[in-house]
């Protein structure tokens, strides 16, 4: 029986829940910059992320409560979130009101949000990291990357909140 069909051991009610924190996380942060920041292509970068997100916190929760792997809902992360970042990142650069960037820079740059955003660049590369490096059938590296993409992704929530109030 190949990876793809073997339902992974350690797989909990616990870790589930806890893998939907960053979903929740991202999806707040982003739709305050979403809600200041009006460009369809960057809602719809924004909407994969986070479609990719609970997909796969979906996986986690089929195993743990049904005990089967729908291994599709963990493999398309690596095409949808990519996918949605790719969109984002476009969206920056086509944003016809420049201005905004003249605001928006200074505020990234400043404390407490600019430790936000170090700690959850540095969150990402340890992602980056852990997505070529890390068993995704294992719960212990499981544990490891969703603690890393917890710290990261409420620090994102937290930058953006600070920028925003």
């Known amino acids: 029986m190949s990876d793809k069909h073997t339902i ?5 009610l616990k870790m589930a829940v806890m893998d939907a924190l960053p979903v929740l996380f991202f999806t707040i942060g982003i739709s305050l910059i979403a809600l200041n920041f009006r ?16 997909l796969k916190v979906l996986w986690k929760f089929i195993i743990a409560v049904g005990k089967k792997n729908i291994y599709l809902l963990n493999k398309q992360l690596r095409y949808l979130m990519p996918t949605g970042f790719l969109l984002v990142i476009i969206s920056l650069f086509i944003y016809p009101d420049k201005s905004e960037y003249d605001q928006i820079i200074p505020a990234i740059l400043k404390m407490p949000q600019l430790l936000c955003f170090i700690i959850t660049f540095i969150g990402m ?4 990291i852990f997505a070529k490096v890390l068993d995704k059938n294992d719960a212990k590296a499981n544990w490891i990357e969703q603690i890393t993409n917890l710290i990261a992704q409420a620090s994102f929530m937290l930058g953006i909140i600070f920028i925003y109030k």
């Open 8 to 12: 992974p051991e350690g797989f909990t």
């Open 39 to 54: 460009s369809l292509i960057f809602f719809i970068g924004s909407f994969l992320i986070i479609t990719a997100g609970l």
């Open 125 to 128: 590369i340890m992602m980056s």
